[in-house]
Every structure is written in structure tokens, then in C-alpha cells.
């Protein structure tokens, strides 16, 4: 019965950090477009690049989010441990921690990911 319960727990933080990331992104879309009004189209196109990156991962966390979410051990610990691994390479090599939401959902994402792992032992 826990297993169910972390699972669950799992499930929502993973995807509260996805929709978070996803957020991220689609505001930064939204200052470039900002930019590209202004007439600043070389800090417009510095926006896009992070946003861009921002929805994909956000997308690849809530799918995972979602194979994590099913009933067996095995894929809560195989979810846990691909979550995982993104939120590290995120924070290592992405800067997740440029923005208030990114850091958020990294860490949103992460509690996500440990209670997968629990869930699945």
C-alpha cells in the first residue's frame, strides 16, 4: 500500500516539476517575442535557445513522469532513476538553476524521482 501511495506522490511531484519547466519555457518564449517586437532580434534569438530546451525536457519529464505512474516496481524504479539522471545532468550541465521555476522544478522533479525509487523496492 505505501508503494501505491509514493507512487502517486511520485507521479505528481514529477509532473509539477514537468509543468513547471514547461512554464519556464514558454515564458521565456514569450520575453524573445517581447524582444523581437522591440527590435532587439540578437537578444530575441538568446531566449529561444533555453525555451526551447526548457519545453523539450519538461515534455521527456512528463512522459516519464507518466511510465512511472503505472503499476509495477520496475518501471517506478526505471522512471525514478531516468529522472533522476536528468535533474543531475539539468543542474550540471543545462544550469537548471538560472531561473526561480527551473530551480523549482528541479527540485519538484528530484522528490519525484526519490519517491519513484521508493516506491519501487
Given at each position: ?33 517581447v ?82 525509487l521508493?516506491?519501487?523496492?
Open positions: 500500500m505505501t508503494g501505491d501511495r509514493d507512487r502517486r506522490l511520485g507521479f505528481l511531484f514529477a509532473l509539477l516539476g514537468a509543468g513547471l519547466l514547461i512554464l519556464s519555457g514558454l515564458l521565456d518564449l514569450a520575453g524573445g517575442a524582444a523581437l517586437a522591440v527590435g532587439h532580434a540578437d537578444r530575441a534569438l538568446g531566449f529561444v535557445d533555453p525555451a526551447v530546451l526548457a519545453i523539450g525536457v519538461g515534455v521527456i519529464i512528463g512522459l516519464f513522469a507518466i511510465v512511472g505512474r503505472d503499476r509495477g516496481s520496475d518501471r517506478s524504479v526505471g522512471a525514478g532513476v531516468i529522472l533522476l539522471v536528468l535533474v543531475l545532468v539539468g543542474w550540471l550541465l543545462l544550469g537548471f538553476a538560472g531561473g526561480v521555476l527551473t530551480l523549482l522544478a528541479s527540485i519538484c522533479v528530484l522528490v519525484g524521482a526519490l519517491l519513484f521508493l516506491a519501487g523496492r
